[in-house]
């Protein structure tokens, strides 16, 4: 997860992103690779998680 941070004029936003992955156990290989990214943005006093 990775997360980053951003503001001016007095709007904040955050951005985390989710980098998700199902490995098959028996070979190690990679089956499903996905990134999703989630954004909020507000005011600096509405923003929180």
Same mark, same amino acid.
């Given at each position: 997860?990775?997360?980053?941070? $951003?503001? $001016?004029? #007095? *709007?904040? =936003? !955050?951005?985390?992103?989710? =980098?998700?992955?199902? @490995?098959? *156990?028996? !070979?190690?290989? $990679? *089956?499903?690779?996905?990134?999703? @990214?989630? !954004?909020? =943005? #507000?005011?600096?006093?509405?923003? #929180?998680?």
């Amino acid at each position: 997860m990775l997360e980053n941070r $951003a503001s $001016a004029r #007095g *709007v904040q =936003q !955050t951005s985390y992103i989710f =980098q998700l992955s199902l @490995t098959e *156990v028996k !070979t190690g290989l $990679a *089956v499903w690779e996905e990134e999703k @990214t989630i !954004t909020k =943005q #507000g005011s600096r006093n509405s923003i #929180g998680f």
